[in-house]
């Protein structure tokens, strides 16, 4: 028996811990399907397997090599640690061999995933010095390497912004690579989801585009984790048809998952341990057992206080031996720190770790034995991704998610049918959005001359006709040229979040060291002037933040606390460019202002987490200019009415849970993802003098989601009472309006107010048109 | 905020939801048609016109060339002379004409979509003058045409030479080139930037072509054309057909190639006349600069230009770098003793590092004097506060030499 099963075993009969456990699921192990290599192999390849322990594969790994050899675009959805990244090795490598011109293309979502696969691809060239030659090609390439790159490098693996701004642009730099551009290997594409993904369909297109005029037409890869729609998605952003392969043919050990709601501390109040402190616990008892832990905060604060209480404790009990090594990690180590300590956890030496999500998605990191997560992440999906981060081929793991007081966890795990039985979110694209298809189409006819026929999509040519009226492109000859002094992708970024980080520089006795990084707006939220910052377990004092020039100085410190700072939100309206005066309600589409102020700090005791002071923090507000759409339920109209017909107290509850209503359901006719869209209700909001529900783009400048929204609302609000009605919570789930939240609850019934709401001002006419 | 592109967007978007998703046949959107016809103008007769009066021709439907000469006294003899052996620093002397080149683009990024448009050549046809050919394109479909009539001007049996052309004129024209599928056979380029730098960066506030024109050979532009506004007046031309927008833009072009022959004339001139560089140019060079330059081909007057400098205000007259490139060229030239004596000063007063191994391999090698050697070691890593493997190895093979073994 391992000292796992030892430690289960122990766990079960700790009444303790097993009176806290909500839902303790086994999930067999399976023996795996087999399927010997491939007799069409090149032999140095498989000689190559072998010897790296590899005599037949997974039939997950047989089929893919069967789709992809005959020429089929495919997805492969299956689990963490099944042997993905083969599937596509595989074929690739066997190209490379048999045929030196081959070229692919390897796009990771993130710069650490690509590293990750580099290391995973020189780990089986080298084996058996296959003489396939690797080339990792992002924003940290030095510019020394690049041009061996582009022209010897076989596979080059890379991410979408760098194909967007880099490659694409200059593709005569790349002829040789484009021209022999056989594969394109999409991994993690459900990451590519509403906003972001509809960006990627458009990068797709300029890609198939560029490639057909170097007379290459690649086959493509998809490799997802698991969403709804896995195929379909992957089918709209590559726009082919796709093959899929979602059966797992891997072998798996034995697997706990345990939904864990810490105990009541205050019965009245609905106070619970925090997550913070139990998952200490537990995981200390994992590793006191030498089990390979990983245990996943919700924020970068919380990883380094989980690894630092984590690390105390075992120096006390190990203070004649330290073998034990725990390590936190997070976005904002350098990528030195983070490649070592994916190494000491793949061989060995590092026994436990503590992330944020940056750890969810395909880093290798080994086999680990249990994974525990301090407060579950947002989406289920998301959880089953951490749960997958534990688990072997033929040993027993476990996998605990530890509730925290956050309603969308209390529920989670209150009803753990919900979490077990729920077929994880589908993933929208939108790539006809007008802002989004007409930045690509710059792009394109920069890369290109766009025929006026030319199919991109096919009703292309009206767009560039609108853009050669403000000078951008020229028309002549049935041909769109690029005609303006700008480099188009320079100004369009694939993502929300800008790459301009701050770097926190250490300043501690004249040093003047870089020790990480941080993006704009979790400078002013982590590193504002005197908070305290911890970096893989050393505290630092910050002594003054230059958001300007984008630099941080902090100095080294000892103190007894932590520092937490109060984030504010804040709405404007701007102005209005469309009123409409309904019967039924009022809506608006106009320009918002979205101010995030962080005004104040509280500081926080260690261990203890009791407060023990507060400091102002001056930084200006970060503000973000969009487009919205604002809901008026001025007491004239039927929504007024519907609204006032409960009491004035419960009013402000059902506009928020609207407010979640409307976010889950309308990504399907926005087409978009759930974060695409901002929320936000006031009860009585200054602008309309009435109750007022703001739905906004979660994109500066808009992306004409809000748009959208108005034409579709009606739809939209009868789609949201179906839900409702076909729902099968009882008070509300995060399906439908959301939890049930005790802290703010005054209905009996929240989803029955809300229910009764919607179906009130929906009787008489219909909405937004 | 209300954007008219936006709106306009939403409204095509809104027509092709209502035509049922139906392909666009282009022509069915509003304004469309009108745009053509506009288009279509521009390439016209009229444009021709006003371009003739700028002096072009139109050998064929694709291109509008210009020629004209300028009398540019001396230099161009003495560019012709250099094309003969022995030839000058800068330019071999094999007989193969110099092209001096420049392109004019629609952008100042090397993507794909940045097209040159105006392309130019001047080359000495008499010992006092120039003749200046240039390429203008009329409108993005006759690139082809263009480009091929660019690959007869800038052929492999010349020379050319630029300003920044390496990085960035000649590689605009590659991706051009090959975007259409034409061949170019791409000339030897001298990019004279590289030398300007060495010479003058020190003494320039940037190395702009303007900025050396003005400082080193003393030409002012009237009414010169900002190089960004370049781009803007192309796209006016392709828009209204109007030639005459384009008039400064050719004028500003031309100019830069008659600076570009003047420019070498000056380098050459500059390290031909050193150390006396008086009169050799407008502004004085930085003798580093000459001397790292000349060191290929005559180390001795290199050595001579950087012992006038270094002695000219006793030790560091010349600033460290100068000591350290003439300690350099001295071992070069077998003057062990007397680089020495530099390396020993840039040590001693200077801690420098480098020096000081310098001093150290001089001591240990051909003075064979060991302690002394190994004191210079010391000294090293106390001012540099650390030692690194090489310096360590170095002590300790010192340290057994001294001890009387006899193995390095």
Redesign the interface.
């Given at each position: 028996m391992s000292e796992l099963q030892r430690l289960l075993e122990e766990l079960e009969n700790d009444n303790e811990f097993i009176n806290n456990v909500t839902r303790w699921e086994r999930i067999p192990e399976s023996a795996g399907e087999f399927r010997p290599l491939p007799d069409d192999l090149s032999a140095e390849l498989a000689d190559a397997l072998r010897g790296r322990g590899i005599e037949r594969l997974y039939s997950h790994q047989a089929l893919a090599w069967d789709l992809v050899t005959r020429g089929r675009h495919t997805t492969i959805v299956t689990p963490t640690a099944s042997g993905k990244t083969l599937c596509y090795n595989l074929p690739v490598l066997h190209a490379c061999l048999n045929e030196p011109a081959t070229r692919a293309l390897y796009l990771f979502p993130t710069k650490a995933l690509s590293q990750d696969q580099q290391a995973e691809l020189n780990g089986s060239v080298d084996y058996g010095r296959l003489p396939v030659k690797i080339a990792t090609y992002d924003g940290d390439t030095p510019q020394s390497v690049r041009a061996a790159a582009r022209t010897t490098g076989q596979i080059i693996i890379s991410n979408p912004d760098m194909l967007h701004s880099g490659i694409?642009?200059?593709?005569?730099?790349w002829?040789t690579f484009l021209r022999n551009l056989r594969f394109v290997v999409i991994d993690e594409i459900h990451t590519y989801r509403g906003v972001f993904g509809s960006h990627m369909t458009n990068l797709m297109r300029r890609l198939k585009r560029i490639c057909r005029f170097y007379g290459a037409d690649p086959l493509f890869i998809c490799c997802s984790a698991t969403i709804g729609n896995p195929n379909e998605l992957a089918s709209r952003i590559v726009e082919e048809k796709m093959e899929l392969i979602d059966e797992n043919g891997a072998p798996r050990g034995e697997k706990h998952v345990i939904l864990y709601n810490p105990p009541l501390v205050d019965r009245v109040q609905g106070i619970r341990r925090g997550v913070v402190l139990e998952a200490r616990k537990l995981a200390l008892r994992f590793l006191r057992q030498r089990i390979k832990t990983i245990v996943f905060a919700r924020s970068r604060t919380r990883t380094e206080l989980i690894a630092s209480y984590i690390n105390k404790a075992l120096a006390n009990a190990y203070t004649e031996n330290d073998r034990l090594r725990v390590e936190s990690y997070r976005g904002g180590y350098l990528p030195g720190e983070r490649r070592e300590i994916e190494r000491g956890l793949r061989d060995g030496t590092i026994h436990g770790v503590v992330s944020t999500n940056a750890l969810e998605l395909g880093i290798d990191i080994g086999g680990l034995d249990a994974a525990i997560s301090a407060g579950l992440p947002g989406s289920v999906s998301s959880a089953w991704q951490q749960a997958g981060r534990a688990g072997r081929r033929n040993t027993v793991s476990v996998a605990i998610l530890i509730a925290s007081s956050h309603p969308l966890d209390q529920y989670m795990v209150n009803h753990p049918d919900y979490f077990f039985g729920r077929s994880p979110e589908d993933g929208f694209v939108d790539p006809?959005n007008?802002?989004i298809l007409?930045d690509h189409l710059k792009c394109a006819?920069?890369?290109?001359?766009v025929r006026?026929?030319e199919p991109f999509p096919?009703?292309a040519?009206?767009?560039l006709?609108?853009?050669?009226?403000?000078?951008v492109v020229?028309?002549?000859?049935d041909?769109f040229?690029?005609?303006?002094?700008?480099?188009?992708a320079?100004n369009i970024s694939l993502r929300t979040a800008t790459n301009e980080n701050v770097v926190i520089v250490d300043a501690t006795g004249g040093r003047n060291e870089v020790i990480g990084e941080i993006d704009r707006s979790g400078a002013k939220e982590e590193i504002y002037e005197n908070a305290v910052y911890i970096h893989r377990g050393r505290q630092y004092f910050v002594k003054s933040l230059d958001i300007e020039n984008r630099r941080c100085y902090v100095e080294e410190t000892d103190v007894n606390y932590y520092t937490d700072a109060i984030v504010k939100r804040d709405i404007k309206v701007?102005?209005e460019?469309e009123r409409h005066t309904l019967p039924d309600c009022i809506t608006i589409i106009g320009?918002i202002l979205v101010r995030t102020q962080v005004a104040k700090f509280k500081k926080i005791k260690f261990g203890t987490h009791e407060n023990v002071g507060y400091g102002e923090i001056s930084l200006p507000e970060e503000e973000m200019?969009t487009?919205c759409l604002a809901v008026s339920f001025p007491p004239e109209t039927q929504a007024g009415r519907a609204l006032g017909s409960l009491s004035p107290e419960s009013q402000p509850v059902v506009i928020a849970r609207l407010g979640s209503l409307l976010k889950n359901i309308a990504p399907m006719f926005l087409l978009c993802d759930s974060r695409d869209i901002g929320v936000a209700e006031r009860i009585r909001d200054p602008h309309f003098g009435a109750p007022a529900l703001y739905l906004y783009d979660n994109y500066p400048?808009g992306i004409?989601l809000a748009?959208t929204l108005q034409r579709r609302l009606g739809d939209v609000l009868h789609a949201g009472l179906d839900l409702l009605d076909g729902c099968p919570c009882a008070e509300g789930c995060p399906s439908c309006i959301g939890p049930r939240d005790s802290r703010t609850e005054i209905d009996v019934d929240p989803k029955a107010a809300v229910r009764s709401v919607l179906a009130l001002w929906l009787s008489t006419t219909e909405v937004g048109t | 905020?209300?954007d008219p592109?936006?709106e306009?967007?939403?409204r095509?978007?809104r027509?092709?939801q209502v035509r049922g998703e139906e392909?666009?046949t282009?022509t069915t959107?509003v304004?469309?048609t009108g745009?053509?016809e506009a288009?279509?103008k521009s390439?016209g007769d009229e444009a021709d016109a006003s371009l003739t009066r700028l002096g072009f021709r139109s050998p064929s439907s694709g291109i509008r060339e210009r020629r004209v000469f300028r009398r540019i006294g001396a230099d161009a003899q003495r560019i012709r002379r250099l094309c003969e052996p022995p030839g000058g620093y800068l330019v071999p002397g094999d007989g193969k004409p110099l092209l001096f080149f420049d392109a004019e683009t629609?952008?100042?990024?090397?993507?794909?979509?940045t097209?040159a448009f105006l392309v130019g050549a001047a080359r000495v046809i008499s010992d006092d003058t120039i003749e200046v050919v240039q390429l203008l394109l009329p409108?993005?479909?006759f690139e082809p045409e263009f480009l091929a009539r660019t690959a007869d001007l800038l052929t492999a049996d010349s020379r050319l030479v630029s300003y920044n052309g390496k990085s960035f004129d000649t590689h605009v024209l590659?991706?051009r080139f090959?975007?259409s599928g034409c061949v170019w056979d791409e000339p030897h380029q001298i990019d004279l930037l590289y030398s300007t730098r060495r010479l003058w960066s020190a003494v320039l506030s940037d190395c702009r072509l303007s900025t050396v024109e003005a400082c080193v050979l003393g030409v002012e532009r009237e009414l010169d054309l900002p190089g960004?506004e370049v781009?803007?007046r192309y796209?006016a031309f392709?828009?209204t057909g109007a030639g005459e927008v384009m008039r400064e833009v050719i004028a500003h072009h031309e100019q830069d190639m008659v600076s570009l022959v003047r420019l070498l004339a000056a380098i050459e001139d500059v390290l031909d006349a050193a150390p006396d560089n008086a009169n050799a140019s407008v502004m004085p060079s930085d003798p580093i600069g000459v001397a790292r330059m000349l060191a290929p081909y005559d180390v001795e007057r290199a050595i001579g230009i950087l012992r006038r400098r270094v002695d000219s205000s006793g030790p560091f007259g010349g600033g460290p770098a100068a000591m350290v490139m003439l300690a350099g060229l001295l071992k070069r030239r077998g003057k062990h003793s007397e680089a020495a004596e530099i390396w020993s000063v840039l040590f001693r007063y200077g801690c420098s590092e480098l020096a000081g191994v310098e001093l150290a391999k001089h001591l240990e090698h051909r003075e064979r004097d060991f302690e002394a050697a190994l004191a210079v070691c010391e000294g090293i890593i106390g001012v540099c506060g650390a030692s690194t493997p090489s310096l360590d190895h170095r002590r300790a093979r010192l340290l057994r030499k001294i001890a009387g073994s006899p193995s390095s």
């Open positions: 694409l642009p200059n593709h005569p730099r002829i006809e007008t802002y007409t006819s920069f890369e290109l001359p006026e026929t096919d009703f040519a009206d767009y006709h609108a853009l050669e009226e403000t000078g020229r028309f002549t000859r041909t040229y690029w005609s303006d002094r700008s480099y188009p320079e701007l102005y460019d320009d200019h487009r400048g004409g748009e | 905020m209300s592109l936006y306009r967007l939403q095509l978007k027509t092709r392909p666009s282009g959107a304004g469309v745009g053509v288009v279509g390439s629609t952008g100042l990024s090397a993507g794909a979509g097209v409108d993005y479909p590659r991706s090959l975007q960004s781009p803007e796209f392709l828009d």
